[in-house]
């Protein structure tokens, strides 16, 4: 009686076994090394953050200016872009929990508050944007994370 099984040990089932092992093993590699990849190159490409605060003129409802994140996490901008007498400042925290003010002196003159705050080993991780409003508490942005 002749067996209904094929057999897995011919030639031709050898060759499809080992073309089915290639393969897998090649899409694994291709796989895992989109990852490393990826894993390595995502904490190098910081990126830009910035935010803006609504709280000037008659309604309270303009851009007052922004702040900013750049350079790796490691630089803060304060730029005042509304003339109303009101300053603008941006408070940061920076990885460990120190945290800072930046604020943008010359007003709503040309330039911004610049300052590198950060470093490779402890760049900031978060800012808000806040404007220095007479006889009211100051309207700052939420935290937003770096």
Known sequence: MPNARPRPYTAAGLLLHHRVRALARLAAITVGGILLILGL???????????GVYACGDLRVSLCGY????DS??????CDTFKDGQGLYVKYTLMGGNEGKVGDANGSAAGCGIRRVGSASAPIVRFNVCSDVALYPDACTGWIWA
């Open 73 to 78: 996490h490691q630089i803060i901008d304060a």
């Open 67 to 70: 702040g900013q994140v750049r």
């Open 41 to 51: 190159a995502v904490p190098a490409l910081a990126h830009d953050q910035i935010k």
